[in-house]
């Protein structure tokens, strides 16, 4: 899944949010067309200025695995969530970003949250 939504994203077809919901969309047939829901969440216009891909990766996922992914995320984003801060810091592309929030997604859709 990781590998679809960095794709998605490299090939500019959509932003970090979309390209996290693509990715679920193509591993769970349930989710297709989803994407489009996450338009306006690229650029750091996710609600409090939130990683898209993050973001995606939590709504996605459900309310009850929002803090865990949100933590496993900032353990591999240098402690960031924001996009401001994460770009700020030029460590995180947002295409890795893009690649650990589905890593993140999938791992809690199996059951086992990373």
């Keep these: 899944m990781k590998k679809i939504a960095k794709e998605f994203h490299q090939q500019r077809r959509g932003n970090c949010a979309q390209s996290v919901a693509f990715a679920w969309g193509q591993k769970f047939p349930g ?20 990683c898209g891909a993050v973001h995606a990766s939590c709504t996605l996922a459900g309310s009850s695995a929002e803090q865990s992914i949100k933590q496993s995320f900032a353990e591999r984003t240098g402690g960031h969530l924001t996009c401001k801060a ?3 810091a030029k460590r995180v592309p947002c295409a890795d ?5 589905a890593e993140l997604l ?7 949250a990373t």
């Design 31 to 50: 989710g297709r067309g989803v994407e489009d829901v996450f338009a306006g969440c690229g650029a750091g216009r996710a609600p409090g200025g939130l």
């Design 86 to 88: 994460i770009r700020a």
């Design 97 to 101: 970003c893009v690649e650990i929030a």
């Design 106 to 112: 999938e791992s809690h859709a199996r059951g086992s």
